[in-house]
């Protein structure tokens, strides 16, 4: 199903304005961004990449507090790896809780080996789609493997 050419709610709607006074109130703090958000907040972000790349930087970078801008769900694993540092989620334009993704949290292990185990739901597209699609995959684990995040 192609609806759009591809964005993620919930890296376009953080502030950019509200990002800038948070760095004001904390100018120790690192930005950290998602790919996908705008690119006003990228050309501020202090440093740029997948979650798991924001994770391993937050966990091995000598600053101790850090803006983040991405889904609100990593931010867990970031006080459990590093509970000395301080985790500031990016504030979205509004005050709603939009900067978490409603579609990811339907996710869950057992739909996933369910999927997996009875190949099911099945999804077909149009074949010059689906080779699309792969190239941006494969660009994605390509740069987990050079960055070590992948065997």
Same mark, same amino acid.
């Given at each position: 199903? @192609? @609806?759009?050419? %591809? /964005?993620?709610?919930?890296?376009?709607?953080?502030?950019?304005?509200?990002?800038?006074?948070?760095?004001? &109130?904390?100018?120790?703090?690192?930005? @950290?961004?998602? +790919?996908?958000?705008?690119? +006003?907040?990228? &050309?501020?972000?202090?440093?740029? %990449?997948?979650?798991?790349?924001?994770?391993?930087?937050?966990?091995?970078?000598?600053?101790?507090?850090?803006?983040?801008?991405?889904?609100?769900?990593?931010?867990?694993?970031?006080?459990? =790896?590093? +509970?000395?540092?301080?985790?500031?989620?990016? +504030?979205?334009? =509004?005050?709603?809780? #939009? =900067?978490? #993704?409603?579609?990811?949290?339907? =996710?869950?292990?057992?739909? @996933?080996?369910?999927?997996?185990?009875?190949?099911?739901?099945?999804?077909?597209?149009?074949?010059?789609? &689906?080779?699309? /699609?792969?190239?941006?995959?494969? &660009?994605?684990?390509?740069?987990?493997?050079?960055? %070590?995040?992948? %065997?």
């Amino acid at each position: 199903m @192609l @609806l759009w050419n %591809g /964005a993620c709610m919930v890296h376009e709607i953080f502030s950019l304005e509200k990002i800038t006074k948070l760095k004001v &109130r904390h100018p120790e703090a690192k930005l @950290l961004a998602h +790919p996908e958000c705008e690119e +006003p907040i990228l &050309r501020i972000a202090d440093f740029v %990449g997948s979650t798991t790349q924001i994770l391993k930087y937050a966990t091995e970078d000598v600053a101790s507090t850090y803006i983040v801008a991405t889904e609100t769900g990593i931010l867990h694993q970031m006080q459990k =790896n590093s +509970p000395h540092k301080t985790f500031i989620p990016a +504030p979205p334009q =509004n005050n709603c809780a #939009c =900067n978490d #993704c409603p579609f990811m949290k339907l =996710n869950t292990l057992e739909k @996933l080996y369910l999927c997996m185990e009875y190949e099911t739901p099945e999804i077909t597209m149009d074949e010059a789609l &689906r080779v699309a /699609a792969l190239a941006p995959m494969e &660009r994605m684990m390509a740069i987990s493997k050079q960055a %070590g995040l992948l %065997g």
